[in-house]
């Protein structure tokens, strides 16, 4: 016992001295990277990262709280937008965020409903009321009205969309029956089987989805932000991602 008791003692002393164990990490995240940021959560606690608290809501919504004063430590958007507007305020540093994923937008409809395929997007226009998030401001929203934009269809569309919180309150309002279909990421579709995918919107229709992550500027920075991004831009987050149905992103080098 007496030679135990000095190798404990060390023991304890040497964890307390990993800053990482102390640090807790305030992550705002976009609704849509909601299941795999938490398994990648899981994966970066069990390598010795600090312990992630999460806030998922729509970009604009996370932004203007971040802009207000939220705490939080890292924020990822689903569009670069976002993140310019932290950075206007002060909040982000110009230059600090990065684009981390991309991802696709596909039309859902309830799994019982009688649709069965849409050939094409003027397809869309059959049906009464479409869930979207709100194009007003959410990502999924405003990449969903530029393609329809694009297709030249908002306009006869626009009066029938029910717009939601954020794309993931777009999929619950689909997989309830309550709407007959929407317009989500294709990472939301495939995580429910309530619904199905009756159109893949091709990509070279559609804007290009990315999603960008930054540290949030504080007062006193905690170093696990730091640590956390760059788990994110590694090979065991990027896995997770990939099962998930996102694409990461390679960037590429300058010159």
Do not use: C, H
Not at 39 to 51: D, I, L, N, R
Not at 114 to 128: E, F, G, I, S, Y
């Amino acid at each position: 016992m007496s030679k135990a008791l000095p190798g404990l003692l060390l023991a304890i002393l040497l964890l307390a001295t990993i800053p990482a164990a102390a640090e807790n990490l305030n992550v705002y995240a976009a609704a849509s990277l909601s299941d795999a940021l938490r398994e990648v959560s899981q994966a970066w606690e069990t390598f010795g990262g600090a312990k992630v608290s999460f806030n998922f809501a729509g970009s604009n919504d996370l932004a203007r709280q971040i802009e207000s004063g939220a705490p939080a430590q890292v924020f990822v958007s689903a569009n670069r937008e976002q993140v310019e507007r932290l950075e206007k305020a002060g909040r982000v540093r110009p230059g600090s965020a990065f684009p981390l994923l991309g991802n696709a937008l596909v039309v859902i409809v309830p799994g019982g409903s009688k649709v069965q395929k849409l050939t094409a997007a003027r397809d869309l226009l059959q049906l009464d009321r479409l869930a979207l998030a709100d194009p007003a401001g959410v990502p999924a929203g405003v990449y969903a009205k530029e393609w329809l934009e694009r297709e030249k269809l908002w306009e006869q569309l626009s009066a029938r969309v029910v717009p939601t919180l954020d794309v993931r309150a777009a999929l619950a309002a689909v997989a309830s029956g309550n709407l007959p279909a929407g317009i989500v990421y294709a990472t939301d579709a495939t995580s429910s089987s309530k619904v199905r995918i009756v159109y893949r919107v091709p990509p070279e229709a559609a804007p290009e989805v990315r999603y960008f992550a930054a540290p949030v500027a504080q007062k006193e920075q905690n170093s696990a932000a730091a640590r956390f991004l760059a788990f994110l831009r590694g090979p065991k987050a990027r896995a997770i991602f990939v099962r998930y149905g996102f694409t990461p992103i390679e960037e590429k080098p300058e010159g």
